[in-house]
Every structure is written in C-alpha cells, then in structure tokens.
C-alpha cells in the first residue's frame, strides 16, 4: 500500500497519522501506534497494514502485530491512547482497539485501548488507583467482556457495527450522545 493510500485509509477510519501515538513509515506504507506501559515508558508498538491478513504463519506480516517488551520472559502490559491521559482527567473511556479509542479522541474523550490487557493484573491495579469515571465500550462480540470489571459503566457497541472503530464517526457522536455521556466543561 502506498503511503497516499494509507493515509487516505487512516482518514476513513477517523485518524490522522500526525496525532501523537504513532509512525508512519513512508518505505513500507506501514504505521505504527506506539504502546506505553503505565508508567509512561514506551515499552512496545503495535503494527498496522490494511490489506495484509488477519491471520497467518509469520505475524510480523499479518494486518495488526503487537511487540511489547519482556521482564523475566513476561510481556510487560501496554496499552495505546495514555497521551490522552491525565491526572485532572473526569472520565476516561476504556476500548480494545486504537480505532475504536480514536473515534472517542475525536470527539475530545480521553480513551485507552487494552490491546488484550484486561486482564492484567498491573492494568486494573493502575485503573482502581485513577479518580476519574471509567466506562467501557464493549465490541459487540463475546471477546471485550472482561472489559466490564474495569469500569464504573459499560455498553456495548450497537449493531450492525463490531466496534467503534467500524462506526462512521457522525454515529459515535451519536451513541456517545445516547448513552448519557455529556461534554466534560
């Protein structure tokens, strides 16, 4: 893909490669959303190509690959969207995926994407710590309800759509709006 294509493609999801959190690398038509540990120490990326497989025998080829740094062979929990993050934050969204926290940076939320770290013990630790608010918006498939015990609130993602990543942003807007979410002042 080149890179024009790329950048066209980012824009069709909701975002523009100069926001902070990520490199586009202009050779390989490749961007890549830096992942920060809780301690704001950049400890990984995860790397995105449109039109390469979901899935397949080399992971570094397929259309999203996760590196994070290892302590003692364990990857340490990063997560996407902590520059949005800060301690006078009120409310803080909690996603799965960087396009579905970009749709909510768009319409001024903060909001992380787990990446597959609900789980972790490190990130609910981190989370019950913070003061603000947290609501999680679930993919409308099986796979985000973990997401549920890390927030004060959660919803899922209405059909037809996966995620909020998959929402034309006019309808994020419009079910951020819904579900009672009003613009922080």
Known sequence: MLKDELVSHLASRGYTPDSLGSILSKESGVIYFLLWNLSGQLVGFQQYIPNAPKSGNHPKDC???????????????????????????????????????VKLHNIGECAIALLGNAGSKSVKQWLSLIRAEKISILDSDQSSNALKRLSNRWYVTPSPYKDLGEMPQNKVD??????GVKKLE
């Open 63 to 101: 259309r999203y690959y996760t590196y994070t740094t290892k302590v003692d062979s364990k990857s340490i929990p990063a997560i996407w969207g902590l520059h949005t993050y800060s301690l006078s934050t009120k409310r803080i969204f909690i996603v799965e995926g960087v396009f579905d926290a």
């Open 174 to 179: 419009a079910f951020i709006k819904e579900i």
